[in-house]
């Protein structure tokens, strides 16, 4: 049974830019959710999608944005990239949002320069 | 203010040896907390799930502790391996269905 997987793995990206991670959560599992991990906060939630809905959403900027597919697939969107963004994205898929067995991928690590 | 809280920040442990970790929280109501073992580069894997009504749940050495009346958890890791060797991240889930609430992680480090 093949895992949450994260695309790419590793990114670099100046200032200014954008970014768009990827996320295949586990088959038949239909809620996603997003989180920044840096070593001085430890996880900070971004949001959570289920069934291509937007159900939760942590204190980010505007700037973080998401979207799910048809398919659970789901993207997250950084804008205006600062340096402070530099951090590891971590994608997490349920079945049960509710019970809190979220499976996460193995993240996507973002520097900004 | 919900919060999740753990300590000791970091601990380095010789081989062989028993340690844990304690988690204390504040969200309410609660239904369940997890523990995550989290290596270096990699996601966190979850570890045990306990809700409520449950005081004690195993996993191999992992052994997790919950005292909802005092809202404190605590993780024990016995005989102590150096792959143990990770972040252990404590995840309180409300009710409410509401997003999750993490600790800031303890750092284990375990040297022969």
């Known amino acids: 049974k093949a895992g949450v997987t994260q695309t790419p793995r590793y990114l670099i990206k100046t200032r200014g830019q954008q970014v768009t991670l990827s996320c295949s959560p586990i088959?038949?599992?239909?809620?996603v959710s997003w989180y920044q991990q840096t070593p001085g906060q430890g996880l900070q939630f971004l949001f959570e999608y289920f069934s291509e809905t937007q159900r939760n959403k942590g204190n980010f900027p505007g700037r973080f944005s998401g979207r799910q597919f048809s398919n659970s697939r789901s993207e997250m969107n950084v804008s205006t990239l600062e340096l402070g963004d530099s951090a590891l994205y971590l994608c997490?898929?349920?079945?049960?949002?509710?019970?809190?067995?979220?499976?996460f991928g193995s993240g996507t690590r973002l520097t900004v320069v | 203010k919900n919060q999740v809280e753990q300590s000791p920040q970091s601990l380095i442990i010789l081989e062989g040896k028993n340690c844990t970790l304690q988690c204390n929280y504040t969200v309410s109501p609660f239904s369940n907390l997890r523990w995550y073992k989290q290596d270096t580069g990699r996601g966190p894997v979850s570890l045990t799930i306990?809700?409520?009504?449950?005081n004690t749940k195993s996993n191999g050495r992992y052994t997790a502790t919950l005292d909802a009346d005092t809202k404190q958890s605590s993780l024990h890791i016995t005989a102590s391996q150096l792959s143990d060797s990770a972040s252990y991240i404590c995840?309180?889930?409300?009710?409410?269905?509401?997003?999750?609430?993490f600790g800031t992680g303890t750092s284990l480090t375990v040297i022969p």
């Open positions: 995840v309180v889930s409300p009710t409410s269905g509401d997003q999750f609430y």
């Open positions: 306990m809700t409520f009504s449950e």
């Open positions: 088959s038949g599992h239909r809620s």
């Open positions: 997490a898929s349920s079945l049960d949002p509710l019970d809190g067995g979220y499976t």
